[in-house]
């Protein structure tokens, strides 16, 4: 019997406003005219990467899996030298790598989040250097070392450390020479450029088209790379965004409202928090120190104030029993969500509110809630079982590692997601 592959690309921030154009490119053409597509893929809360993709391989809402941010909480310290959720053991809950390894099945991952020592046949885990490691070293520590110092070998002079498009040019080097002569049954690889671009340039632009036309092309020779393999007619394509970006203006820096009442302060020049907004991009959670439930009260009431002043653009303060309905850690007692054009940022020595277009500067973020209009990402599912040319309707990022595991005949366990059997012959 013929060996049953599947190929995961993690096309981030592959959203529904970029559909209309991506789909008239040709290899994301001929996939979506053979397979089963949705537009409508529900992300989950707040819509950062890594805890979206911690859900993609376990099934699970951040509830279940604990990873709630990308990076864990590191108060005054600055993004750039911030830790990240970049390990496997942060999750909480099985995962679809370590099912897999136990059925006795090659696996493969590239640059994919939380994958850090995970039991991965082929790993270079999404990890970055910060405060002065250094780079190659720390991924050979948390990676599959000879392959990972192989791929570097053969492809390293492609990428100019993490500026695109040269980082996803090297990923997609190393994912075509994997499949060719690995040829692993279950291969997970994470594309940014989109994202970063996003990020950059905002969501609108020539930039979106450009990025568009590389992506497809990196699908395309991934696809000949199967057939080159000779595991084409075995292997089932899973493309999928992970969350939208909206574009922002303002850069809303709550900590000062809590610095100028007090609540954050210094001592002997170290800063010091009774409480803390920890920023999530549109959402942002909020952190009290254990007990003090003076601050606790004191930091809402001054949050509740700012949501009625239009210049901080929070659109809600949610409270445990909407977190609970949308299935956030369970550790936090309040979430803020902002409005369109606005976002979170942690400082708080910053002004309140940073308008970036007085600036000259164009940015786009994600993090805000599945709710937020035309917010859904895509979805296709091409492959040798799937039914041609459906539309599956409304799915959601917990259903993808189920789906996996339906593909491959793997017993994930118990799962928030299902498996979209649907899509299938």
């Known amino acids: ?13 592959f959203s529904k406003d970029n559909w209309t154009a991506a ?5 994301l053409k001929s996939l979506i005219e053979h397979g089963a597509t949705t537009t409508k893929v529900e992300t989950v809360y707040p819509s950062l990467t890594y805890v979206i993709h911690a859900s993609y391989v376990t099934g699970n809402y951040p509830n279940k899996h604990h990873v709630y941010h990308n990076n864990p909480f590191q108060p005054f310290v600055r993004e750039m030298d911030q830790d990240w959720h970049w390990f496997l053991s942060d999750m909480k809950s099985s995962t679809i790598f370590e099912t897999a390894q136990k059925k006795g099945l090659k696996t493969a991952a590239l640059l994919w989040p939380v994958s850090g020592k995970a039991p991965i046949t082929y790993n270079i885990p999404e990890i970055r250097a910060v405060r002065g490691e250094n780079q190659a070293l720390k991924i050979l520590k948390n990676g599959s070392k000879l392959f990972t110092l192989a791929m570097e070998m053969k492809y390293g002079k492609i990428r100019q450390g993490i500026q695109q498009p040269y980082l996803d040019d090297f990923t997609t080097a190393c994912a075509v020479d994997t499949i060719k002569n690995k040829k692993p049954e279950l291969f997970m690889l994470h594309l940014i450029d989109l994202d970063d671009s996003k990020h950059l340039k905002g969501t609108k632009g020539s930039h979106i088209d450009d990025v568009l036309s590389r992506m497809d092309r990196r699908i395309g020779a991934i696809i000949n790379a199967t057939k080159e393999a000779g595991t084409y007619d075995e292997t089932t394509f899973l493309i999928v965004g992970d969350h ?29 928090w009774r409480v803390y907004v920890q920023a999530a991009g549109g959402a942002a959670y909020l952190h009290v120190q254990h007990g003090d439930t003076e ?14 002043d239009e210049q901080y653009g929070i659109e809600e303060i949610l409270e445990r029993s909407e977190l609970d309905s949308l299935h956030v850690d ?49 979805l296709i599912i091409a492959g040798p079982t799937v039914r041609q040319g459906i539309d599956l309707g409304e799915v959601r990022v917990v259903d993808i590692g189920p789906t996996i595991a339906s593909i491959l005949d793997l017993p994930l366990g118990e799962t928030d997601g299902r498996a979209l059997k649907e899509a299938f012959r």
């Open 1 to 13: 019997m013929a060996k049953k592959h599947c190929i995961v690309i993690s096309y981030d921030a």
């Open 23 to 27: 789909k008239e490119l040709p290899h």
């Open 244 to 272: 939208s970006q909206l574009d922002v203006r303002y850069k809303v820096y709550l900590n000062r409202l809590f610095a100028d009442a007090g609540l954050i302060y210094e001592e002997a020049g170290i800063p010091k």
């Open 295 to 308: 601050a606790y009260k004191q930091a809402l009431s001054i949050l509740r104030k700012a949501m009625h």
């Open 330 to 378: 369970p550790r936090f007692a309040i979430m803020l969500e902002a409005k369109e054009g606005y976002c979170f940022e942690d400082d708080y020595k910053q002004e309140p509110v940073v308008d970036i277009h007085a600036q000259g500067k164009v940015y786009a973020t994600h993090g805000y809630l599945p709710s937020k209009p035309d917010y859904m990402s895509n």
